[in-house]
């Protein structure tokens, strides 16, 4: 039979509002368990009996579900309004810093400006400087070129290279340009260093000069370092004198520089001789001349030196002639 009241056989029945509250609250329980880290509620605390406190509204709770049920209900929200709003009041008020507020231009850019740029040379300084000339017919009325140097780690148009930097000119409407000059220390000093903006004739000035390097700065003549042997570039060597006219032909020949150490001989020494016979020694006996040459090969012209005489040894005991008597014969 159809029943227009009740639960549908077999369902067990409809629950009641306890049963619906308990179901209720399992299912907040689970949901704050996947979503609620537990290890960071500062109200969350487990005493020493193994049951667990919230020090917010003071209330005892037998697991972690029911405490996880109990921050989802009205009791403890409201705690937690009210904590904050006695603190937002007990908080000293601290003053907001005044922050300025820029607006920012849109303008449109009309295009680049018209540029010259001179290079110069101080011959009394030895400085190179560079004249930029950069024209603005299009400016506006109360703007004024600026300018600003940025280095080569800065930019992100090129990759970057240490040795050098870029000079940027601004001004609206142009388009900001800039130019790729040498990274030398620059000299700032003002009759060197200077920037003029001509309203009349629209037009931006800017000169600047660079520093000299200690390599620069060295007096003509004088070589610079060299570095693993090489030669300093576009350096003439030193001027050398030119070297002795050979003597003529037949004249004799000069004497030699005497040797170190010779200062106290008294006799100088004889001058080496060609192929022929030497000169005969101070003191010594005189020399007898060579034999004549025989054959024609190498050794034709070659010629015999001084030969010092032996001293005659006297002859050994016993042999006769000799004045001094014989060794007796060894004993046997």
Known sequence: ???????????????????????????LRRLAMETIDLAKDPYFMRNHLGSYEC?????????????????QGKRHQTNLAKRAAREAKEAPAQPQPNRRKVALRKSVKIGRPGYRV?????SDTKQRSLLFQIEYPEIEETAKPRHRFMSSFEQRVQPFDKRYQYLLFAAEPYETIAFK????????????????????????????????????NKPPGVPGPVA????????????????????PQGAPRAPPP???????????????????????????????????????????????????????????????????????PPNM
């Open 1 to 27: 039979m159809d029943r227009d009241w009740g639960s549908k056989p077999g369902s067990g029945g409809a629950a009641s509002a306890q049963n619906e509250a308990i179901d209720r609250r399992e299912r």
């Open 55 to 71: 020090k917010l509204c003071l209330t005892l709770h037998n697991n972690e579900g029911n405490y996880l049920a109990h921050t």
């Open 118 to 122: 001179t290079k110069q040379f101080d």
């Open 181 to 216: 000059v040498p990274s030398t220390e620059i000299d700032k000093s003002t009759p060197k260093f200077f920037s003029h903006w001509d309203p009349d004739s629209k037009m931006f000035t800017l000169q600047l000069y660079f520093k000299t390097k200690p390599m620069e």
């Open 228 to 247: 693993n042997g090489a030669a300093t570039p576009n350096i003439p060597p030193p001027p050398q004198a030119p070297p002795p006219p050979p003597p």
């Open 258 to 328: 005497p040797i170190p150490g010779s200062i106290g001989r008294t006799q100088p020494l004889p001058p080496p001789a060609a192929n022929g016979p030497r000169p005969m020694p101070p003191g010594g006996a005189p020399l007898v001349a060579p034999p004549p040459p025989v054959g024609g090969g190498t050794m034709a012209n070659f010629t015999l030196g001084h030969q010092v005489p032996r001293p005659q040894m006297p002859p050994p005991p016993g042999f006769p002639g000799d004045g001094r008597p014989a060794p007796p």
